[in-house]
């Protein structure tokens, strides 16, 4: 697993950082497709560490969950560090520790899992390449562990972060490829999948295609809401975003600023910093539509939460507002949202 450790230590030190300047997406070239990475046991090299067992195994899990909930509430800029240490210091080490085949196929799932959270939370943070490697490492380790739900879940975030760099043709790619790896995937894995589809067609400019996929996630969504709700994985709140995605994209802005209403409406608190950014998205959306005062209402509801945040996108939509603020610094209302967030924002953070 030493490309494992080198990934991990390349993220823990920003000055190695500069090997992963290729092109944009060039590492998702090499992306293996499931049948060619389907239990290849050259994915982990069986070392002489001492044996691991399922404890372990659930103690990775414990971690991962963990480190997603700090995610989630405050950001990715301190959780990620740590999630790369615990790759370089404990997980690689138990990949190379002998294990029964049950054991090391548990470990390689957990990893992948972790691997794909770790890349997440790089793209948070505007570090596309170095996501792209994490999520490389996570399919293949997936793969290995004949783990298909962590497989399309990591297809489908290589496609989330195609589609919000602009790149609709590659995205779509992506979830379509996720969406062909999940035959068998059960409704709420449907709709997660379905409404990616959607916002990646919608951004291809294919109308007929986006509404479909969202219809296919809506009726996946009613299904699997019959079956009681699952707190943490896609809800009802990630749908009506993934809808107002899509009807933007289409060119009804107050059908998307609706969605979005709705989405932050049924959002569980705890997804704090999807709620920044979120709502900042939302008002941007709503100045869009010439209703000022409405947007610096929301942006002021972005604004609450954004102190105890730290992360890269939520910055960015912060310094969006700065910019689509200051043809109206006229404006009370206006000039007290500005200098409220001015009070508030932070230095970009060196990389």
């Known amino acids: 697993m030493e490309g494992l450790v080198d990934l991990g230590r390349q993220d823990m030190d920003p000055s190695r950082r500069s090997v992963l300047g290729a092109g944009l997406f060039s590492v998702a070239l090499t992306i293996p497709g499931w049948p060619d990475v389907i ?3 050259e994915a982990v090299e069986a070392g002489r560490a001492a044996r691991v ?3 372990d195994v659930d103690m990775v899990v414990a971690m991962t969950e963990r480190v997603s909930e700090l995610d989630d509430q405050f950001g990715g800029r301190h959780a990620r560090p740590m999630a790369a240490a615990f790759m370089v210091n404990t997980v690689a080490a138990y990949l190379r520790a002998d294990a029964s085949a ?3 196929r548990a470990m390689l799932s957990a990893a992948s899992d972790l691997l794909y959270l770790t890349g997440y939370m ?3 943070e505007g570090l596309h390449g170095l996501a792209q490697r994490y999520y490389v490492k ?5 793969g290995a562990a004949e783990d298909h739900l962590t497989y399309c879940t990591v297809l489908r975030g290589m496609s989330v972060q195609a589609v919000d760099l602009g790149h609709g043709g590659r995205a779509l790619e992506l979830a379509d490829a996720a969406a062909a790896a999940a035959p068998a995937a059960g409704p709420r894995m449907r709709a997660f999948l379905a409404g990616q589809q959607g916002h990646a067609a919608a951004k291809t400019g294919d109308r007929t295609a986006a509404l479909r996929y969202l219809r296919e ?7 699997a809401e019959a079956r009681g709700r699952a707190f943490g994985s896609y809800d009802p709140a990630s749908l009506n975003y993934h809808v107002g995605q899509v009807r933007y994209e289409l060119g009804d802005v107050p059908g998307a600023v609706e969605a979005m209403r709705q989405s932050d409406k049924v959002r569980y608190s705890v997804y704090r910093r999807a709620r920044v950014r979120h709502r900042a998205l939302m008002a941007e959306r709503q100045l869009e539509l010439g209703h000022l005062e409405a947007a610096c209402a929301t942006w002021h509801q972005a604004l609450d939460d954004y102190p105890m945040v730290q992360s890269g996108r939520a910055d960015e939509r912060v310094r969006t507002m700065f910019g689509l603020l200051r043809p109206h610094v006229r404006n009370a209302v206006v000039r007290d949202l500005h ?3 001015r009070a508030l924002v932070r230095p970009a953070p060196g990389r």
């Open 122 to 124: 790089a793209v948070d």
């Open 39 to 41: 239990g290849r046991a």
């Open 102 to 104: 049950e054991v090391r």
């Open 53 to 55: 067992g399922m404890g």
């Open 138 to 142: 996570a399919l293949e380790l997936a």
């Open 217 to 223: 996630a809506e009726a996946a969504m009613d299904r």
């Open 339 to 341: 200098d409220r967030a």
